[in-house]
């Protein structure tokens, strides 16, 4: 039985075709040495099909919308200078 995946792009809502360049990004938690506190990192890889289907992966139709993306989370880490990955 065929069935046909639909995803859309989380920044603009643009839904993916076969072809196109698509990306995925998550936020994950980075530990720069012994004493710092665990701290959100934005990641970014090209389309995987298994990973797509994870909960937390934001899918992105291209750079625009990678670099919005990016440009929110900065933003909201700009707000949020404390936050832990045990707060997010
Ligand atoms: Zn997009």
Known sequence: MAFQERFYCDVCGKEKGESGDWWLAWVDCYKAHDDAPEQPLL????????????????????????GTLMDRWMSAQHENQDESCATV
């Open 43 to 66: 990641k970014l890889t090209r389309w995987e099909r298994v990973l797509s289907h994870s909960a937390e992966v934001k899918h992105l139709c291209g750079a625009a919308c990678a």
